[in-house]
């Protein structure tokens, strides 16, 4: 069993910052891929960034790559999203995803385990 806890999320205007930070919990991290994910009210879920546990590996959508950096500290199982330059088209409630795939077309998939979600809002 795996859980995932996020924290970091907030307003910020146009331009600015945020961190997010999802915890793990569980016997399994390693080797396992994991990111983040966001919704926006009316839209479906999708996948902005993911990293192989304690390998590497990253992928980022078209709509963030270059202003949104993940990261991982292995010793701490914690994951990390730096997200700047941000816009109002990237409020979202934003969630950690844990064992999903990326298709080499780049389309996340569903995760099997799901953080409880933060709220990223965006204003300009």
């Known amino acids: 069993q795996v859980q995932l806890v996020e924290s970091g999320g907030g307003s910020v205007q146009a331009g600015g910052s945020l961190r997010l930070s999802c915890a793990v919990s569980?016997?399994?991290?390693?080797?396992?891929?994991m990111g983040w994910f966001r919704q926006a009210p009316g839209k479906e879920r999708e996948g902005v960034a993911s990293?192989?546990?304690?390998?590497?590996?990253?992928y980022y959508s078209d709509s963030v790559v270059g202003r949104f950096t993940i990261s991982q500290d292995n010793t701490k199982k914690t994951l990390y999203l730096q997200m700047v330059s941000l816009k109002p088209e990237d409020t979202a409630v934003y969630y950690c995803?844990?064992?999903?795939?990326?298709?080499?077309?780049?389309?996340?998939?569903?995760?099997?385990?799901w953080g409880q979600g933060t709220q990223v809002t965006v204003s300009s």
């Open positions: 995803a844990f064992d999903f795939r990326v298709s080499p077309l780049g389309v996340f998939g569903p995760a099997e385990y």
């Open positions: 569980g016997n399994t991290y390693h080797g396992y891929r």
């Open positions: 990293i192989v546990g304690g390998v590497g590996g990253t």
